[in-house]
Nanobody, 116 residues
Framework: QVQLVESGGGLVQAGGSLRLSCAASGNIGVGNATGWYRQAPGKQRELVASITSSGRTNYADSAKGRFTISRDNARNTVYLQMNNLKPEDTAVYYC??????????WGQGTQVTVSS
């Protein structure tokens, strides 16, 4: 049983920062990748950033230069540091654990609201 718990969302003014955390528990194994996704009202869920178990990262164009994804393997936690937030970053943010053929898992989501 794998469980993902996101935290760190909230309300922030434009230009502010937030750090999201995604803590994984259960039989997560090794060699997985974790991604942060977001979904705004009326829009499709989109990838924001991802990181492999070896630390290779990938960012959406909208996140480059403002967001940083990192992981602490000892804590089974992946972080998303978000700086210079914009109103268009408002969404529910989800983390997804990709375990390859074993399957993938989603967290429950955390709301991020950026006021102008």
């Amino acid at each position: 049983q794998v469980q993902l718990v996101e935290s760190g969302g909230g309300l922030v003014q434009a230009g502010g920062s937030l750090r999201l955390s995604c803590a994984a528990s259960g039989n997560i194994g090794v060699g997985n990748a974790t991604g942060w996704y977001r979904q705004a009202p009326g829009k499709q869920r989109e990838l924001v950033a991802s990181i492999t178990s070896s630390g290779r990262t990938n960012y959406a164009d909208s996140a480059k230069g403002r967001f940083t994804i990192s992981r602490d393997n000892a804590r089974n936690t992946v972080y998303l540091q978000m700086n210079n937030l914009k109103p268009e970053d408002t969404a529910v943010y989800y983390c997804r654990l990709d375990m390859g053929v074993v399957g993938n898992y989603w967290g429950q989501g955390t709301q991020v609201t950026v006021s102008s």
